[in-house]
């Protein structure tokens, strides 16, 4: 080391390392075979919205053709992409959504 740095050089170098998670859109994808029942409850149980919110997303995805549902860091955007299309799977639904950065 060139130079020595004291404490509060430590604690500053240490605190500009320490970065906010990156976050994530996680953005649903109109189709025309999915009910809308169906996306209304996958908002709610996925996303925890309150149905009259999860009722208004879907007919703003429904209306425009996609929309951002939330966001999120990494691990947690894909982990709720993976549980939408495991339900629509399920459901036999091709209900799809998306994850791009935020
Ligand atoms: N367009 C579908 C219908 O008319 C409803 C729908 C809304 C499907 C949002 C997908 O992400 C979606 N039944």
Redesign the pocket.
Known sequence: MPYAIDGTELVRKRREKIKEPEEYRVI?????????E??VKVLMVVFHKKEEDAVHI??D??QKG??IVGVYPYDLAFTKANQVHAMARKAEFP???VVEKA
């Open positions: 649903l994808l109109n189709d025309d075979y999915t009910t809308m169906f996306v879907m007919l995805v429904h996609k929309g209900l799809k959504c």
